[in-house]
């Protein structure tokens, strides 16, 4: 499967953003689907992550209560809903694919996932 975040921009403290992960090549109801994000000179991070059937969501610490993560199994589409965004959120942001049968337990690792799109900047400004 190919995946390709847009969404991303500068915004200031407080602000919201919506990511968006369009899928193609095979249908995006065969994949869990993760979102992470990478600051820079630090490692890729868990932030958010969505079921196959998007019944069951899972979340960071530090983005609990601020981001949703939903799917469109239909549209082909994985969104990440970010608000009252903080300067500690910027980062690059990928959406990543996985099929591990084990995601309950392994959804927030990134060894996990098998496809991963290119990153979009997200850049919030105090």
């Known amino acids: 499967v190919q995946l390709q975040a847009s969404g991303g921009g500068l915004v200031q403290a407080g602000d919201s953003l919506k990511l968006s992960c369009a899928t193609s090549?095979?249908?995006?109801?065969?994949?869990?689907m993760g979102w992470f994000h990478q600051a820079p000179g630090k490692g890729r991070e868990f932030v958010a992550a969505?079921?196959?059937?998007?019944?069951?969501?899972y979340y960071s610490d530090g983005v609990k209560g601020r981001f949703t993560v939903s799917r469109s199994n239909a549209k082909n589409t994985v969104y990440l809903q970010m608000n009252n965004l903080t300067p500690e959120d910027t980062a690059v942001y990928y959406c990543?694919?996985?099929?591990?049968?084990?995601?309950?337990?392994?959804?927030?690792?990134?060894?996990?996932?098998?496809?991963w799109g290119q990153g979009t900047q997200v850049t919030v400004s105090s």
């Open positions: 090549g095979r249908p995006l109801s065969n994949y869990h």
């Open positions: 969505a079921r196959r059937s998007g019944d069951v969501t």
């Open positions: 990543a694919a996985s099929v591990t049968a084990t995601y309950s337990s392994h959804y927030n690792n990134a060894d996990m996932y098998i496809s």
